[in-house]
């Protein structure tokens, strides 16, 4: 039975590193949400706002990997995603709804998966030079910001599971959700 693992949390709470800590442990592909996203806002002017309508192209993009997925990749073939997903945006919840839909399409056991980070590690996390590299925000108001005023997607899901990294390395928050994962899988 495969396996579909969405992450979610902020940005620089570390989806991608736990992310690939986990697909060692539960031998999965990892599709970052950037893959969506990049091949879009590389076309941008990095200094210019974000033109209204752009997240509906990536959420093209997104549902392609999606279809793809289903319809070629291995029966048995894990899957991790990554979603920075926000509490009572609608955008959120329709990116969250592609993931159950192809879960659901793969008759794949479907792991959200919340990840918490207390604010200043957070603002520590997103602060790094590299981040900007892979077109990720490194704006530590805006972590502060999002950190006091906005919570993690949090739609109810009988496999879900919401940790806290702030303390954890990703080793063993990854160590964490694959015996979550063993567990729903059973």
């Keep these: 039975m495969c396996v579909f693992v969405l992450l979610l949390g902020f940005p620089g709470v570390g989806k991608l590193t736990i992310a690939r800590e986990l697909g060692s442990l539960i031998s999965a592909k990892i599709?970052?949400?950037h893959w969506f996203n990049n091949p879009i806002l590389r076309l941008?002017?990095?200094?210019?706002?974000?033109?209204?309508?752009?997240w509906g192209y990536t959420a093209r993009v997104r549902q392609a990997v999606l279809d793809a997925i289903t319809a070629y990749s291995g029966p048995s073939a894990n899957f991790i995603f990554t979603h920075a997903g926000?509490?009572?945006d609608e955008r959120s919840t329709r990116t969250y709804q592609q993931f159950v839909d192809a879960?659901?399409?793969?008759a794949a056991v479907f792991v959200p998966v919340r990840l918490l980070c207390a604010e200043e590690e957070l603002a520590r996390r997103i602060s790094s030079p590299a981040r900007r590299d892979h077109l990720k925000t490194t704006d530590v108001e805006t972590s502060r910001s999002r950190s006091q005023q906005?919570?993690?997607l949090d739609i109810p899901h009988p496999h879900a599971l919401t940790l806290d990294v702030t303390?954890?390395?990703p080793s063993e928050s990854a160590a964490a959700i694959r015996d979550h994962v063993v567990a729903c899988r059973a």
Excluded: M, Y
Excluded at 44 to 54: C, F, H, M, Q, Y
Excluded at 103 to 106: E, H, L, P
């Design 31 to 33: 599709v970052d949400n």
């Design 44 to 54: 941008l002017d990095e200094d210019a706002p974000l033109p209204k309508g752009i």
């Design 86 to 88: 926000v509490e009572g």
């Design 103 to 106: 879960a659901t399409q793969r």
């Design 150 to 152: 906005a919570v993690v």
């Design 167 to 169: 303390f954890r390395s």
